[in-house]
């Protein structure tokens, strides 16, 4: 019995008969790969706002090669990519690169979705179990709700007034990036609060100088993790309640 190491092996063959007669040397090549290809998924993100994203992942087999058979879409040899289950003949794979590439061209639903990919090398190994990969579609942008920041121009006779803004994002959710919130009075921003079981906004004029009569802007900005931006303004007037009396 002889031991093969990994990868390529070199023998030569030497003999001859009873009579005397020299066998001609042969020198034989036998390789060794027990290893399977490794598969690493590089897009989408795991978290994502494109309803079609572009899904890519690496093959690589660094042995005997990923069996990619005759050719492309539907034609890999042993490659397979499935999207929830449900098997996929239009992707590409470059065997020179080793990256597969798939650009997805119907809407998917937004929430949770699963790319698996199933391969072999040439000699037949391959992993127990597909490569699975998970991503999450959000295509809506949160909403905020104060009446500061809607079309009509509100009037109050507080000069340093409360703010609670309350934040929703429409499920399924990837949700509230709250280190993306910019809240702001007449362009200057303010330090505000941010309560995450309420998911509200907080912010109380009282903390600094009262504000001063008449017109303001006030703004908001915020997205969530996938990226998907509100933005809104609106204006409100501070009168003087004692000129009204």
């Given at each position: 019995n002889v031991q093969l190491q990994e990868e390529l092996n070199l023998f030569t063959l030497n003999g001859g008969d009873r009579i005397g007669n020299v066998y001609e040397r042969v020198e034989v090549q036998t390789y060794l790969?027990?290893?399977p290809p490794v598969v690493d998924f590089t897009s989408p993100d795991?978290?994502?706002?494109?309803?079609?994203p572009t899904i890519t992942a690496s093959i690589i087999d660094a042995g005997s090669g990923v069996n990619v058979g005759g050719g492309n879409n539907g034609r890999n040899g042993a490659l397979r990519l499935f999207i929830d289950r449900n098997q996929i003949n239009g992707f590409?794979?470059?065997?020179?690169t080793g990256v597969l590439t798939y650009q997805v061209d119907q809407d998917l639903n937004d929430?949770?979705?699963?790319?698996?990919?199933?391969s072999a090398d040439i000699l037949g190994n391959s992993p127990q179990q597909p490569e699975m990969y998970t991503f999450f579609i959000?295509?809506?942008a949160p909403l905020a709700a104060h009446r500061f920041l809607d079309d009509e121009v509100d009037e109050i006779g507080n000069s340093s007034p409360e703010l609670t803004i309350g934040v929703f994002d429409i499920r399924p959710s990837s949700g509230l990036d709250s280190t993306s919130i910019i809240l702001s009075i007449d362009g200057q921003v303010l330090?505000?609060?941010w309560n995450e079981v309420e998911k509200s906004i907080y912010y109380d004029f009282r903390i600094g100088a009262?504000?001063?009569l008449g017109l303001h802007e006030l703004s908001l900005i915020?997205?969530?993790n996938a990226g998907n931006r509100f933005e809104a303004s609106g204006e409100f007037t501070i009168a003087d309640i004692q000129d009204k009396e």
């Amino acid at each position: 019995n002889v031991q093969l190491q990994e990868e390529l092996n070199l023998f030569t063959l030497n003999g001859g008969d009873r009579i005397g007669n020299v066998y001609e040397r042969v020198e034989v090549q036998t390789y060794l790969d027990v290893h399977p290809p490794v598969v690493d998924f590089t897009s989408p993100d795991v978290i994502t706002n494109t309803p079609q994203p572009t899904i890519t992942a690496s093959i690589i087999d660094a042995g005997s090669g990923v069996n990619v058979g005759g050719g492309n879409n539907g034609r890999n040899g042993a490659l397979r990519l499935f999207i929830d289950r449900n098997q996929i003949n239009g992707f590409e794979f470059n065997a020179e690169t080793g990256v597969l590439t798939y650009q997805v061209d119907q809407d998917l639903n937004d929430g949770s979705h699963v790319v698996a990919i199933s391969s072999a090398d040439i000699l037949g190994n391959s992993p127990q179990q597909p490569e699975m990969y998970t991503f999450f579609i959000d295509t809506h942008a949160p909403l905020a709700a104060h009446r500061f920041l809607d079309d009509e121009v509100d009037e109050i006779g507080n000069s340093s007034p409360e703010l609670t803004i309350g934040v929703f994002d429409i499920r399924p959710s990837s949700g509230l990036d709250s280190t993306s919130i910019i809240l702001s009075i007449d362009g200057q921003v303010l330090e505000h609060e941010w309560n995450e079981v309420e998911k509200s906004i907080y912010y109380d004029f009282r903390i600094g100088a009262p504000l001063d009569l008449g017109l303001h802007e006030l703004s908001l900005i915020i997205d969530d993790n996938a990226g998907n931006r509100f933005e809104a303004s609106g204006e409100f007037t501070i009168a003087d309640i004692q000129d009204k009396e």
